[in-house]
């Protein structure tokens, strides 16, 4: 009796793992290599490979979840671009990020918005903070980390200060990333104050989280919207520099851009999405009738806003920085704080080297994460060899997700490369065609190199073999992160 019932649970747990690795064979939107190291770790790791696997193997969202964002999209009015701006888009050498861009959320291009980059962190808190004094209708503001610190707090402080006057203000930060200020009394004077405040994406019980869906699947989008005309965007959060959680790579170095122009209302229709698939009252009403807008002068910016999520059937800000990257003709500087590419990335990159572009790319020397860190240096030695020059940033920690082409164009918001961002995570980026406002981001980008040493060949040549070894691992590991 013994017998016959470990031998039907040994087929029981078989049967089990060959389903799993079945599910993990014929995923889709899966990358062979994913498909191979999901693979390899079912077979290899008997039952916790598979455990691990339906925790973390999938981005999966709950099937009503999934069907709340469908209905969200579907019922969200569309806030119109400028004809004049896809015409004149189409016709230059930058069209097909523009292109691809606009098929992502149904945004297009707008024209007539005016942009600036806050000088530092504290500037951009600063600068936020006086916005919300000044907002006279709605302030909506979005975070995936939110602190009980001096920034932080003067955040907090001038929300309630705005509901004091009557503005509407509603308030999103990310569950996990800002679960310790959501838990704090700090959170309640919100409330108590007539905030609107919600946590995005909820986790609730883990046991039942992991069962409707991965707990890690977050709301990683920055963003403040004022009155319907103003917005920031970049990749600070309501933080200071020194960020007491990992105060041990500070000061965090970011840039958050400033926007005036039809682009806050583009903004606004991500917060929007994020607000309602939340249970928050309905904001239809922002987007019509649709305002006037000034005409375009030549030095304003041509701007597209791009949001992406696990919701989306494909991985869509891969594709629109892959885009942006083969476009480039002369020049490509990028800075990003997690470095973790998947194939059509990493292709891109080293191909624009080849093809003679100058491509730079600035990374941090100390990273929060070792495995990224750890990733990140495994690519090292392609990059360098098909010409990319590799930057590492020693005073901090550089946070800043900036990518800019020719002097010409560029991307910034939240979204860093790496796979998290790719698959998992939602963010916001604005695309943008402007050559004041990138000669702006590449002065920040060089400033940035000057402060980095620069990695050789000889460098990476000289990593030891159990250095190289724990980069390779790292590397080949990081699909089923």
């Not at 016959?4 to 079945?22: N, R």
């Not at 297009?108 to 600068?127: K, Q, V």
């Not at 699947?217 to 970049?234: P, T």
């Not at 920085?321 to 003709?329: G, N, T």
């Amino acid at each position: 009796m013994i017998r016959d019932f470990s031998s039907a649970i040994t087929w029981l747990l078989l049967i089990g793992e060959l389903a799993v690795l079945l599910r993990a064979l014929l995923r889709p939107q899966r990358e062979p290599a994913s498909r191979i190291a999901w693979a390899i770790a079912i077979l290899v790791l008997p039952l916790a490979g598979a455990l691990f696997y339906l925790l973390v193997g999938e981005a999966r969202i709950s099937q009503r979840r999934r069907a709340r964002f469908a209905a969200i999209d579907a019922r969200l009015p569309r806030p119109s671009g400028d004809p004049e701006a896809a015409r004149e888009l189409s016709q230059g050498a930058y069209a097909a990020p523009f292109a691809l861009a606009r098929t992502v959320n149904g945004l297009p291009p707008t024209m007539g918005n005016r942009a600036s980059l806050a000088a530092d962190n504290s500037s951009a808190i600063a600068g936020m903070v006086e916005d919300i004094d000044a907002a006279k209708d709605t302030v909506h503001l979005c975070f995936y980390i939110w602190l009980a610190d001096t920034s932080g707090l003067a955040i907090k402080d001038a929300l309630i200060r705005a509901a004091a006057r009557g503005v509407k203000v509603r308030a999103l930060a990310d569950a996990m990333g800002s679960r310790q200020f959501a838990r704090s009394g700090h959170w309640q004077e919100l409330l108590a104050a007539g905030v609107d405040a919600r946590q995005a994406l909820p986790v609730g019980g883990i046991v039942w989280t992991f069962i409707r869906g991965r707990v890690d699947l977050r709301n990683h989008r920055k963003v403040l919207i004022l009155d319907n005309r103003v917005a920031w965007c970049g990749s600070q959060n309501a933080a200071d520099p020194e960020f007491r959680i990992k105060w041990r790579f500070a000061p965090w170095v970011d840039l958050m851009t400033r926007w005036e122009g039809p682009v806050a209302r583009h903004c606004q229709f991500l917060f929007a999405s994020d607000w309602l698939a939340e249970h928050g009252d309905d904001l239809t009403t922002l987007f019509v009738p649709e305002p006037t807008r000034p005409l375009a002068a030549p030095h304003h910016v041509t701007a597209q806003v791009i949001g992406t999520g696990p919701t989306l059937s494909y991985p869509a800000m891969t594709a629109c920085f892959a885009e942006l990257i083969h476009a480039a003709r002369r020049e490509l500087v990028v800075t990003t704080p997690y470095f973790v590419p998947d194939e059509q990335l990493l292709f891109a990159l080293t191909s624009a080297a080849r093809r003679g572009v100058r491509v730079a790319l600035v990374v941090p020397h100390r990273n929060d994460s070792r495995v990224v860190a750890g990733a990140s240096r495994s690519y090292y030695r392609e990059l360098i060899a098909a010409g990319v020059e590799v930057h590492e940033y020693r005073p901090g920690l550089l946070h800043a997700k900036t990518m800019v082409a020719d002097g010409e164009v560029g991307l910034i918001g939240s979204a860093n490369l790496d796979r998290r961002s790719f698959e998992l995570n939602f963010e916001n980026n604005v695309l943008f065609a402007n050559t004041e406002l990138a000669t702006q981001i590449r002065n920040r980008q060089d400033e940035w190199i000057a402060q980095s040493e620069r990695i050789s060949a000889e460098t990476v040549k000289g990593y030891n073999i159990f250095r190289r070894l724990g980069q390779n691992l790292s590397a080949m590991f990081s699909p089923l992160l």
